[in-house]
């Protein structure tokens, strides 16, 4: 899949089937978030690739905003440094992570934002390090419309030199 068509049709996953996602694209997935930009090369992220079922289930009961994530069939707990651009270099990095995992068919969706600290001790996560987000992954567990998003228009949001001149 081109990486626009990815973008145009992503959409958040909150159901997945009971399949595992094959370790090639799990490496992919990871990789993708690796060879993210970042601000003067501070790769100020660490992910903790889960994929022990037991485990999942603890994250899915850790992660208030999503249960849903002890359906999946593996995680990706982005740690970030607490450094001055960390939570937008990771930012970067997951999104990077959920477009690459969607090309293959994989879906995702981003969970809890920072004060996951629970997290911390059940991954022996050091106090150094703060978790931003909580990455499931999973095939969906039903077909979903690629490409059925409710955005507001282009002229809403763009603007050309100046704001509220129209983008067009």
Avoid: C
């Avoid at 920072?114 to 931003?132: A, Q, R």
């Avoid at 992954?137 to 409710?150: E, H, L």
């Amino acid at each position: 899949m081109e990486v626009f068509d990815a973008m145009r049709t992503v959409l958040a996953v909150r159901n997945y089937r009971d399949s595992p996602v094959p370790q090639d694209t799990v490496r992919r997935i990871v990789e993708a978030g690796r060879l993210t930009a970042s601000s003067m090369n501070g790769q100020p992220w660490h992910f903790i690739v889960v994929e022990n079922r037991n485990t999942i289930r603890e994250l899915g009961k850790l992660a208030p905003t999503g249960p849903y994530v002890a359906q999946a069939s593996m995680a990706v707990v982005v740690a970030i440094e607490k450094t001055r651009f960390a939570v937008s270099d990771a930012s970067r990095a997951i999104q990077s992570m959920i477009l690459t995992a969607w090309s293959e068919g994989v879906g995702s969706n981003w969970v809890g934002f920072l004060g996951l600290t629970e997290v911390k001790s059940l991954l022996g996560i050091p106090d150094e390090l703060d978790v931003l987000a909580v990455v499931p992954f999973g095939y969906p567990a039903q077909a979903y419309g690629r490409g059925k998003k409710q955005r507001k228009a282009l002229s809403e949001v763009a603007h050309r030199e100046r704001f509220r001149q129209p983008f067009e």
